[in-house]
């Protein structure tokens, strides 16, 4: 193994593990500070080791923005073309086709995006967002139930868990 390799196996070591630790401090209902929490884990998500990567990410991202979603596809595409093992990149590319509602094409970036990354809160909310689109409820509201285990502070999952419960008539508004 060079010493170059090893380095990144370790840089990518000491990521896993700081997001970890990060998920961790995240699952506590009682934090305050979750917001600065979350930032830091997305930051740390959003880093592929890559500069290649990173860049192509950084342009998406950038167009999305600008809701230029042809664009941002493209250079979500060439990313996930380019770091195929990289979660951020499958994520960012399924918000792009849920905003153009390509919603089966979201699914399965979304759904790529958690094999690479099971603990993806943000993919799981999209996952939860589009199953309801798709008409399919029940499985959205386990999705939604599975992102707000390991982020019970944003008020979107909340939101949507508590609607698709009423849907589903478990529970009243």
Do not use: C
């Not at 592929?48 to 950038?62: C, E, V, W, Y």
């Amino acid at each position: 193994m060079s010493a170059a390799h090893a380095q990144s196996v370790s840089e990518r070591e000491a990521r896993t593990a700081r997001a970890e630790d990060l998920l961790a401090e995240l699952a506590d209902p009682e934090l305050r500070t979750w917001e600065a929490t979350e930032k830091r884990l997305v930051e740390l998500w959003s880093r592929s080791g890559s500069a290649t990567a990173d860049l192509l990410l950084k342009r998406g991202q950038d167009a999305l923005d600008a809701e230029d979603y042809t664009t941002a596809i493209e250079h979500l595409t060439a990313l996930t073309d380019h770091a195929p093992d990289f979660a951020e990149g499958w994520h960012a590319r399924a918000t792009a086709f849920y905003l153009i509602e390509e919603f089966g094409l979201a699914l399965t970036d979304l759904q790529r995006a958690l094999a690479l990354n099971p603990n993806h809160f943000s993919a799981l909310t999209g996952v939860g967002i589009v199953l309801e689109e798709l008409g399919q409820p029940e499985a959205a509201l386990a999705a939604m139930r599975r992102a707000q285990k390991l982020n019970p502070h944003r008020g979107n999952i909340r939101d949507s868990i508590r609607r698709l419960e009423y849907r589903l008539g478990e529970t009243t508004l």
